[in-house]
């Protein structure tokens, strides 16, 4: 173990909240600060046990042990060199706390000069931030919620007015729609941020047109998306969205599935959506063409 550098571990099913670990973080300083006297001596494992020392690290320990004993307040079995009194080690700075193994917890700790650099490099952190954010430091939080508060009012406003463009043109492609038989069938590529506002707008695509099928197709984020449509009316006629689309998306090297209403997928390139989409109006002619 590198100096200055201690780790505690714990049987504790969770993560230790907030509350614990600064608990922790307080005991270990309040201890130091006591500059407690640090002894220790050889005994047989029996007596040290009986004495009440602890083995923390489950290691495997002979009939000759160690007790490190700090100021009666902590009693373990431990071969390492220590100092003469805790507050020799200087203040303590809890760094990390993770999962050592089922139901253990581990805490790390830095003490001495290691734990004034990584408070000094915390408080530089600290200060950037502020300076990034336009507040001073003891504002920071006041300052970093205020701008949560304004991200989350730009994506709500930005959701907003991609449902106002994903209506617009929704309705320009309204007219592209092919009848096959009684159904409508409308197969494009268009523009969309994600695969919710794809979605979106195939509902409202399948909303316009009436008994219809719906097939779009979109590039974003590095995905291939693909989405079909079917009203219910479309759906007692024989098409069937999941069907559709997986045999589209098969021709295109796709993959995807769904429900007879509703089904998405998608291609790992661009120039396989449109291969998908021309499989679609032969596609619905054939399952609604004996309705």
């Excluded at 707008?201 to 099928?213: C, E, I, N, P, W």
């Amino acid at each position: 173990m590198a100096p200055h550098v201690a780790r505690f571990d714990f049987n504790y099913p969770r993560g230790l909240s907030r509350d614990q670990l600064e608990a922790i973080h307080g005991t270990i300083n309040r201890h130091v600060l006591e500059n407690l006297p640090v002894g220790w001596q050889v005994m047989d494992i029996d007596q040290a046990r009986k004495a009440g020392a602890v083995a923390i690290f489950g290691e495997k320990y002979g009939n000759q042990v160690r007790v490190v004993d700090i100021g009666g307040w902590s009693r373990e079995l431990c071969g390492g060199t220590h100092v003469g009194r805790s507050g020799d080690i200087g203040t303590a700075v809890l760094v990390r706390e993770s999962g050592l193994a089922s139901g253990i917890r581990r805490v790390e700790v830095l003490a001495g000069e290691p734990a004034f650099n990584h408070a000094w490099e915390q408080q530089e952190r600290l200060l950037h931030l502020a300076r990034m954010v336009g507040a001073p430091l003891d504002q920071i939080e006041n300052k970093l919620t205020s701008l949560q508060e304004e991200l989350d009012q730009a994506r709500r406003d930005a959701a907003r007015l991609e449902q106002q463009l994903a209506s617009g043109r929704a309705t320009q492609l309204v007219d592209t729609a092919v009848q096959v038989h009684d159904v409508k069938v409308l197969a494009a590529q268009v523009e969309a941020s994600s695969r919710d506002a794809l979605r979106d707008m195939a509902d409202q695509l399948r909303s316009k047109l009436g008994t219809s099928v719906v097939a779009l197709g979109a590039s974003f984020d590095g995905q291939q998306a693909f989405v079909v449509g079917a009203s219910r009316d479309a759906i007692e006629r024989g098409a069937n969205a999941g069907d559709i689309l997986r045999q589209a998306l098969a021709a295109a090297g796709g993959k995807g599935g769904g429900r007879p209403d509703f089904a998405q997928g998608g291609v790992k390139e661009a120039g396989q959506l449109s291969v998908a989409l021309a499989q679609v109006i032969p596609l619905v002619e054939r399952a609604v063409g004996g309705a």
